[in-house]
């Protein structure tokens, strides 16, 4: 196994350990968008203040909606509260989001993107280092914090498409039509994305994941090309100016190409959507390198016999390496509070 040799590096905080291949008895938590939609406390907030953008960019309020799911219930790991598509704002593209409609994008020129304004990312660097207090004064001495952004392939699809997509139409057009502008927005991104990383790195994130979340949209030639070469490079980047950090990729919806882009891209730990089987990743993956994942979140919202059944054939599959629980994908924002309580008690084994 890849991070074996860390074994003697046990630290005080166990999702960090599960990373450098060490395997508890009790895997360590988070969820992907812990913070979020379904905790009252963030309603409230997002009333008071009006906007997603306006939220993630007020370190302040940003450090609040990190640490409002730890205290309900005890994630191993904080995620930063910010958003994907951030970096293309940065890069100059408009962003907006809409009440209730997801983000939109301005029209994509991919000539005029460009760096001036990239200090635009500093209050993201502000959260960071006031989550990292907020930590340390609330007494979350075993939380690590987790800094993110989004692989190349899946901002590109919002910045060409505009916002959300089902079939991506616009992007493999321009993919194959102007092969040429694509290949230097992505260029543009892996560039970009590697030094938003470690920037956050810098600020005091303690593991970073590259959201590939539609890397399932790509064919397989496509996904060596577009996801494992590009996640490769920010590896190599982030690694250069930060050796020790671990790096998770998610690359969802990858299913067999899970193992090509363990192999090919060099990060740290496998996310695993809810797709890929958990005995195949136990044997094909897990023994690459840590894996996290997968409960589907229409089990956690669904609750009951359904989540208790599931909990349990994770568990079972992959805790006997190094792993860390988490959902196949965000929680859904109709979730239940008491299902995730549930779901913590399951993982601890406290049911
Ligand atoms: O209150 C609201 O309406 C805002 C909803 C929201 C939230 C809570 C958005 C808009 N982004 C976020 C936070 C967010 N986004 C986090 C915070 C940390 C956490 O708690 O996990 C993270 C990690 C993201 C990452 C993100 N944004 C991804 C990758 C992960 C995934 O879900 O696949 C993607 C694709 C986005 C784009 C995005 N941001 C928001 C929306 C509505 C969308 C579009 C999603 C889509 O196209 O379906």
């Not at 100059?92 to 009440?99: I, K, N, P, V």
Request: glycine fraction near 10%.
């Amino acid at each position: 196994m890849r991070n074996i040799a860390a074994q003697n590096l046990r630290t005080d905080k166990v999702f960090l350990d599960a990373l450098n291949g060490i395997a508890h008895e009790r895997p360590p938590f988070w969820f992907m968008r812990q913070a979020g939609r379904y905790l009252p406390e963030y309603r409230e907030l997002r009333a008071q203040k009006g906007g997603f953008l306006e939220m993630a960019f007020d370190p302040a309020c940003a450090c609040e909606i990190t640490m409002q799911p730890l205290r309900r219930f005890g994630m191993d790991a904080a995620i930063l509260f910010s958003d994907i598509l951030t970096v293309p704002m940065a890069l100059g593209q408009s962003l907006e989001f809409a009440a209730g409609e997801g983000p939109k994008l301005g029209a994509l020129n991919v000539g005029a993107l460009n760096y001036a304004e990239f200090s635009k990312l500093d209050p993201v660097y502000e959260a960071i280092r006031n989550i990292k207090t907020a930590l340390k004064v609330e007494g979350f001495n075993n939380t690590a914090l987790i800094g993110f952004a989004g692989a190349p392939w899946t901002v590109a699809t919002y910045m060409v498409e505009g916002g959300s997509s089902k079939d991506f139409l616009k992007t493999k057009l321009m993919m194959y039509q102007r092969p040429e502008e694509f290949a230097a927005l992505m260029d543009m991104l892996v560039e970009a994305t590697a030094t938003y990383l470690i920037n956050q790195i810098n600020a005091g994130a303690e593991a970073v994941q590259i959201f590939d979340s539609w890397a399932g949209a790509l064919d397989a030639q496509g996904f060596k090309r577009w996801c494992v070469q590009p996640t490769r490079k920010i590896v190599e980047m982030v690694r250069a100016a930060h050796p020790h950090v671990p790096i998770i990729g998610f690359p969802k919806g990858a299913g067999y190409n899970y193992l090509s882009y363990a192999q090919g891209t060099g990060v740290s730990a496998l996310g695993l959507d809810q797709h890929v089987p958990v005995d195949w990743a136990a044997r094909a993956l897990q023994s690459l390198c840590p894996v996290q994942g997968n409960l589907d979140p229409a089990i956690l919202m669904a609750g009951g016999d359904a989540l208790v059944l599931a909990v349990e054939q994770i568990l079972s599959a992959l805790s006997g390496g190094p792993f860390v629980f988490n959902l196949g994908h965000g929680i859904h924002k109709d979730t239940p509070v008491e299902h995730v309580e549930q779901l913590v008690k399951l993982i601890k084994g406290e049911f």
